[in-house]
């Protein structure tokens, strides 16, 4: 009769362990959903667009090893993950548009206007559903462009690459916000690793560049 008695305490015992777990990883849950609904998402999106006043395409793959066909997509890859990287900004998150297989369908081909380092996207051709539906399945609230990649040779005072990168951010309604370019410098065409190191600054600064834009 006793052990009943003390098999039943335990039991019980153990049943309110069980559902008091189970009730703070709700709650868990529940803070994890809170914070991450309440923290502005900044989709990234890399424009495939490389150009120079000096160096082809075909320097640019002899120098680095990048593929002709994937020079756009490295820079865009280097630039985007800096970004992401450099933010220390727990209301804000930057996102890969990599992560989604259908972005650049759902985006078409996107017209840049301007020249050099001074080249802007023009979202106006883009179906307003399908860019409702890219921000929805990131569940974004802003997209920011990486509108070009300049490579702008200088033989004098000094031998200087410089690489600025333009950008665009526009919010759900597809108006933008802000738009801006920033530059890092090499002195010669640097391979991936050395041109992630390289734009690190580069990328900090749009990243909080971007983040006052929004916090204004």
Not at 33 to 56: H, I, M, Q, R
Not at 154 to 166: A, D, G, I, M
């Amino acid at each position: 009769m006793k052990t009943t008695f003390v098999k039943s305490i335990i039991l019980g015992l153990f049943a309110m362990a069980s559902v008091a777990t189970v009730q703070a990883e709700e709650a868990g849950k529940e803070a994890v959903g809170k914070e991450s609904s309440a923290t502005v998402k900044v989709l990234v999106v890399g424009l495939d667009n490389v150009s120079s006043n000096y160096f082809p395409e075909s320097m640019i793959t002899e120098e680095t090893g990048i593929p002709e066909d994937s020079i756009g997509d490295t820079y865009n890859r280097i630039i985007t993950d800096n970004i992401i990287h450099a933010n220390k900004n727990k209301e804000f998150a930057f996102i890969s548009s990599e992560k989604f297989a259908d972005a650049e369908k759902l985006l078409g081909d996107i017209q840049v206007s301007g020249e050099n380092e001074e080249s802007y996207a023009n979202v106006s051709q883009i179906d307003s559903q399908n860019y409702k539906q890219l921000l929805d399945e990131a569940h974004a609230d802003y997209v920011l462009f990486l509108n070009q990649h300049y490579l702008k040779w200088q033989e004098k005072p000094l031998r200087t690459l410089f690489h600025f990168v333009s950008y665009s951010l526009y919010d759900k309604n597809q108006k933008e916000v802000t738009k801006g370019n920033n530059y890092f410098t090499c002195m010669n065409l640097e391979k991936a690793d050395k041109l992630s190191k390289a734009s690190r600054k580069s990328s900090s600064k749009i990243a909080s560049t971007i983040i006052k834009s929004i916090d204004k």
